[in-house]
């Protein structure tokens, strides 16, 4: 018998990384912040709000199916 661990399989790992990656997106945008310039005009990171629930959705369908299948 062998001590090696199991290799998390690569499923695993994109979705860990897509859920990290998420997260930095949600703080980022409460970081920048938003605000309305002297002209009336909204500034704020609106990219980062679709970007993140995109990569947060796909990160944990992921990581649901890569536990599925290693089972």
């Given at each position: 018998?062998s ?17 990290a990656?998420?997260a ?14 002297a002209?009336g005009?909204?500034h ?11 990569s ?16």
């Open positions: 018998m001590n090696q661990r199991p290799r998390p399989s690569p499923m695993l790992i994109a979705g860990a990384l897509l859920l990656f998420s930095t997106c949600v703080v980022s945008y409460w970081r920048i912040g938003s605000y309305v310039d002209d005009f909204l704020e990171p609106f990219g980062l709000i679709p970007l993140g629930y995109l947060g959705f796909l990160g944990a369908i992921l990581l649901v199916v890569g536990f599925v299948r290693r089972r």
